[in-house]
């Protein structure tokens, strides 16, 4: 069926600049026209949104869906003083390992409703707290049912019982042939207590030979080589950016890797929020996401990080609003998410407000009217 959404008040397309008093018409799948309200075209159904502010769906292109467990004391510890480091992903592993099967897929699809009741159509996760070839495999199978774009992300910490040389090679071999048919992506997390560069890269030159486009968790906890390596390996993105040199941010912005901002993760380990105006500035391609996981950051509110960018890092509510749609795909390297024009997917996000602007001047107000994902409502 096609669907005629009409009384737009404000539409952002992220094609050129928002239009009012506008309409759009998805068929199937893809948006099949998008105009003036006045010109629009028949369709087998009408959808008057009487002057709301209409937008892409939200892309989530950074989560962690596939999980079991809670870290709620961790979380209380923090807010209580106590650093985060990245050992309490073990926590999560030992959980995760212990669950069946249906225990997680409910998790992720449970994650998955919430995330789309409040406006995100394209959502991106990882494997990485199974850590043995047969968990890392489930979890791909699992989350390649449910979510849009699955990433690899076997190199998220060394589990206790094997060496960083041996887990290395094991991630490199075995249990990469494993899940490679399962993902699209390839991730590592190079961090202090997570994986050097020597080890980050070895990692993402065996994902590279073996097809998968890359990603790399980078420069969360203290400056580092990972926005470096990024660009280096050209991964579509680099994640986190929370400490930036100005040679960092200057490789970004000359190179065709996404800074990827998580702010609800900042907020969540009392890091220091990154500096996207200095980003956006020089010209870099900035993304937002939510990082939604159980240990850093367990929000899956785009909204949220779209007002946090605007109140707290100076982003404009149009940069922050085409971050986290536009930026999201460019960070997926996908052209048919994040934008609303013919033959672009039929992903579209209805406010209960007439401008975006609502979305950081009413923050914390659910705002989200209605959604299509892929033509289909859901909501």
Known sequence: MSVLITGIGELTTNDGPARTDAALVLDGDRIAWVGAAAEAPDADERVDVEGRAVLPGWVDSHTHLVFAGDRTAEFAARMSGQPYTAGGIAVTVAATRAAADDELRQVLRRHVAEAVAQGTTCVETKTGYGLTVADELRSARLAAEE?????????H????????????????GEMLDAVAPHVRWADVFCETGAFDEDASR???????????????????LGYGPGVRLAVEMNAASVDHCTYLTRSDVDALAQSDTVATVLPACDLSTRQPLPDARQ???????????????????????MAYCVATAVL???????????AATWGGARALRRDDVGVLRVGARADVHVLDAPSVTH?????????????WRAGVRAR
């Open 359 to 371: 979305l950081a001047y009413r923050p914390g107000v659910p705002l989200t009217w209605a959604v």
């Open 157 to 172: 910490l060394v589990p206790a019982e094997v060496s960083t040389e041996d887990y290395v090679a094991l991630v490199t």
């Open 279 to 301: 980003l956006l500035d020089t010209g870099a391609t900035v993304a937002l996401a939510t990082n939604c996981n159980p240990g850093s950051s367990y929000t899956s509110s």
């Open 147 to 155: 979510v849009d774009e699955v990433t690899f992300l076997g190199a």
């Open 312 to 322: 707290q890092m100076r982003m404009s509510v149009e940069e922050a609003v085409r």
């Open 202 to 220: 070895a990692v993402l030159a065996a994902a590279s030979a073996k097809g998968l486009g890359l990603r790399v968790h980078g420069n969360q």
